[in-house]
């Protein structure tokens, strides 16, 4: 309500399927209901370009700006065009000036500010019908005489959008006896219009309405939330035209999930009744089935085993949250009951100690996450005087999202080497009366520290520091004694390390993956993982 002095442009990446996420969470409705600008990129020129726009336009009308990249646009590689830096826009920015009209928001002022974001967000309807992207592709009229007389077109956004362009020029070379049109398939040989929705908030209303005069039938294909199509049968109703409306809706397209060319092309051929070819299905060999694990080396890994080890037999509960830390869960470690979003497993394990006394409450997590999200819910276990343990997973980076530095590295995003925040500091200010450190790699102390943990009273914190080892070089490689070996697998069955092979009856070394962290040279029963480095020899 407050709107914005300088461009604020907020880009949250969309994951259909969903590939990486918990949910599949659809900004373009999010940004309705905010009644916020939302730009949808359909590719990777259009993303760099559309930012720029997006910027412009924040400045331009004061509003917050979203932008809206899915998977495909988010992990696209391309060669773009890019603007030489005399091209580059520079603004000196003013600071900030004093007044309290526009930046004390009180319930007066909301209810100004609301009416003008209302009538600022119906003339931008109209605004963006005429934006460039917000575009209508049309049809050669040649294919009309290949249907059925009824009127078709086909209403996309975002990198759906993208298939359907190509589903539509793919059609058309396949219509008309196999003839391209013009000796080419472009913009003008498409089977049906297509229009591109590039702003689905606020929707370019003015040209949906040229776009759907005319026209009998229209489907949309779009992923997530049904909102264009949803738009697009209020347009009819507003303007009291009789085109049918298609899409998640009627069943035409799919409710959840991503969408991918073929399928969105098949469904593009049963609207507009062409028929494809039939093709042979295409025997494949079976992939191997290839789980997410920890890396060879993980320090996380050390830190699940030694807090196992130490609850054996007893009744326990082990909440996890976001990061990589999440492959807690897989066998053999079997360590993660709970996940549900970042700092959830604070809340969680401190509910549960209330409910049930019984039973010994862990969370676990990542040093970035404490952080961002883990903070108030420690606060909040020890006002509340919880029972439960919290595992800071202290690895010295945000390790599953790109190696980003965090408050606890001392060193910021733009490289400047800082004071860090201190875990252990901050623990303690909260009120925390135990709190340790401890490597994991160490494992019998790792494993003594978290028993001695489990026994004092109250909010109790171990922090296991050790760092990733993407960011430390490896220390040598762990070596087995096929003398000593007796092929019992505790080393493979109870830590699930991907360097760690079974060969002829033997446990075995992948040197191409071990890092030397030793951890499994401390649970081998009769010692035949050797360590060359701290002096020991592979003696047959």
Same mark, same amino acid.
């Given at each position: 309500y407050m709107g914005v002095k300088g461009g604020l442009v907020v880009l949250v990446a969309d994951d259909p399927g969903p590939i990486s996420s918990q949910t599949e969470q659809d900004t373009r409705t999010f940004a309705a209901f905010s009644k916020v600008p939302v730009f949808d990129p359909s590719g990777t020129q259009e993303a760099y &370009?559309?930012?720029q726009e997006a910027f412009a336009f924040s400045e331009k009308y004061q509003t917050p700006v979203l932008l809206r990249p899915t998977t495909r646009v988010s992990h696209g590689y391309a060669s773009i065009q890019v603007k030489d830096p005399e091209e580059y826009q520079t603004h000196i920015p003013e600071g900030f000036v004093k007044d309290s009209s526009r930046w004390v928001i009180f319930p007066r002022l909301s209810n100004i500010n609301h009416r003008k974001i209302e009538e600022r967000n119906a003339s931008l309807s109209h605004i963006l019908s005429a934006y460039e992207r917000n575009r209508i592709y049309p049809a050669d009229q040649r294919f009309q005489e290949k249907t059925d007389g009824i009127r078709r077109g086909i209403a996309s956004g975002g990198f759906s959008f993208t298939y359907a362009m190509e589903a539509l020029q793919s059609l058309a070379a396949k219509s008309c006896d196999n003839q391209l049109l013009d000796g080419k398939v472009g913009e003008k040989g498409l089977p049906a219009p297509l229009f591109k929705v590039s702003t689905p908030f606020p929707f370019p209303e003015d040209a949906a309405v040229t776009f759907l005069s005319g026209l009998d039938e229209v489907l949309c294909v779009e992923e997530l939330d049904p909102v264009i199509e949803r738009e697009l049968v209020? @347009?009819?109703?507003?303007?009291? #035209?009789? *085109?049918?409306?298609?899409g998640k809706l009627s069943g035409h397209m799919p409710l959840s999930g991503e969408n991918s060319l073929q399928d969105v092309k098949e469904r593009i051929a049963a609207f507009l009744k062409i028929e494809l070819p039939v093709k042979e299905p295409v025997q494949l060999p079976k992939l191997p089935v290839r789980p997410p694990v920890l890396c060879a080396g993980c320090p996380h890994r050390a830190s699940f085993f030694a807090v196992k080890q130490a609850m054996q037999g007893k009744k326990t509960i082990f909440c996890g949250d976001i990061g990589c830390y999440t492959l807690g869960n897989a066998m053999p470690l079997d360590m993660v009951d709970t996940c549900l979003c970042m700092g959830a497993g604070l809340g969680i394990a401190q509910a549960i100690s209330h409910l049930d006394k019984e039973t010994a409450c862990f969370a676990f997590v990542g040093d970035s996450t404490f952080f961002a999200s883990a903070i108030p819910g420690v606060v909040n276990a020890v006002y509340n005087q919880a029972e439960m343990t919290l595992v800071v997973l202290d690895n010295s980076t945000t390790a599953m999202t790109g190696h980003q530095p965090h408050p606890? *590295?001392?060193?910021?995003?733009?490289? =400047?080497? @800082? /004071?860090?925040? =201190? *875990? &252990?500091?901050?623990? %303690?200010?909260?009120?925390? %009366?135990? @709190?340790? *450190?401890?490597?994991? #790699?160490e494992h019998q102390l790792a494993v003594e520290t978290v028993k001695e943990a489990v026994k004092e009273p109250g909010v109790k914190a171990i922090i296991f520091k050790s760092p990733c080892i993407a960011i430390t070089k490896p220390q040598g490689k762990m070596q087995v004694s096929s003398a000593a070996c007796i092929g019992c697998k505790k080393c493979i069955r109870s830590l699930g390390c991907p360097a760690l092979v079974f060969e002829n009856g033997k446990a075995?070394? =992948? /040197?191409s993956q071990c890092t030397g962290c030793g951890l499994c040279a401390q649970i081998c029963p009769t010692g035949a993982i050797l360590d060359p480095g701290k002096g020991g020899r592979q003696d047959d």
């Open positions: &370009e559309m930012i209020y @347009v009819c109703g507003k303007h009291h #035209l009789n *085109t049918k409306i298609y606890g *590295t001392g060193r910021t995003m733009m490289g =400047d080497v @800082v /004071a860090a925040v =201190d *875990t &252990e500091q901050v623990l %303690r200010g909260i009120g925390l %009366r135990y @709190v340790k *450190t401890v490597n994991p #790699l075995a070394i =992948d /040197a």
